[in-house]
């Protein structure tokens, strides 16, 4: 088929890749322009550059506009596919093809519609995550499903390791689907919409650690926002202090949330939990941290006894 490709950062790269590998021809490229937000500046392989080297035409934009639906007629597509393109599309785009417009979302549809769907699972708990290959309409993240791959959330599974595992299920997911649609197969599944969960875009704010929330959260706030995410952090004694590595404490502690409390193995348990008082909560035991200056520190070398506090404000 004739695909034109809409798509941004390493997850539209993937996706291109994979259709340059596959038997489809790439009629042309939409994309973003460079941006210097800090979600957008990590998982950054260019898509514009990836193009240009196989000498498909490209356009870029920021949002959809006259010039852009032009271009796209002229390339005379039989299908859309977009990954990571992060504006509306009006449906005289997704519709413009005579197959529409297949999107890739890397959530299990219709849980986590919206952004950053891979942190957001694990920060809320998920017990998975995954690919979704549906038609665009409408809606955001709303059409209905032609392909879905899964993976686990580990125990001690990280953002990192779980978008990385995401991104490599893109090729086996959107060549099954379009095969599929070429073929005339595809079951085109509606999502049931009462199901759906919708996030929004993470800024650091959503990584400032609330020291009420109970430890078992605040371990998967601290995994989700692993390396180049912007580190989940705190303050003490008036300074940013970002917690790279933690795990819940084995015993539990009573008092106020916040509370620097005591060495636990080679870490320092910090009171968890908004009734922390009661005396039933675990502790998050933080084994990592890093400074301003970008210096990692062992967790017993920073906070070499108790006492203070550790608070979301300098």
Not at 111 to 135: K, M, N, Y
Not at 169 to 179: G, K, Q, R, T
């Amino acid at each position: 088929m004739r695909v034109a490709m809409f798509g941004y950062q390493t997850w539209g790269h993937r996706t291109l890749d994979a259709l340059l590998g596959s038997t489809h021809d790439v009629v042309g490229v939409v994309t973003h322009p460079a941006s210097d937000h800090a979600y957008e500046k990590i998982w950054d392989d260019s898509v514009e550059q990836l193009a240009q080297d196989h000498g498909i035409p490209v356009h870029l934009a920021r949002r959809p506009d006259d010039a852009m639906i032009a271009r796209l007629a002229e390339w005379h597509p039989d299908i859309i596919v977009a990954n990571n393109w992060r504006t509306w599309l009006p449906s005289e785009v997704y519709a413009l093809p005579p197959h529409g417009t297949l999107n890739l979302h890397d959530s299990l549809l219709p849980a986590f519609t919206g952004f950053s769907p891979v942190p957001w699972a694990l920060i809320s708990g998920a017990d998975q995550v995954g690919i979704t290959a549906h038609r665009m309409d409408g809606g955001l993240d709303t059409g209905d499903i032609a392909a879905q791959r899964a993976l686990p959330i580990g125990p001690r599974s990280t953002g990192t390791e779980l978008v990385r595992a995401t991104i490599d299920l893109i090729p086996e997911v959107l060549l099954d689907a379009l095969a599929q649609i070429e073929a005339g197969t595809v079951d085109w599944r509606p999502q049931d919409l009462d199901q759906r969960t919708f996030f929004h875009r993470r800024t650091e704010l959503d990584s400032l650690i609330d020291w009420t929330w109970p430890a078992e959260d605040i371990d998967r706030l601290v995994r989700a926002m692993s390396d180049p995410y912007p580190s989940a952090h705190t303050y003490c004694r008036g300074e940013r202090l970002e917690v790279i590595e933690a795990h819940v404490s084995t015993f539990r502690y009573g008092g106020t949330p916040g509370r620097i409390f005591i060495a636990e193995g080679d870490g320092m348990a910090i009171v968890a939990g908004g009734d922390a008082y009661r005396g039933g909560r675990r502790a998050l035991v933080i084994d990592r941290v890093r400074t301003p200056d970008g210096v990692e520190h062992a967790a017993r070398d920073y906070f070499p006894t108790g006492g203070g506090y550790l608070s979301r404000e300098p």
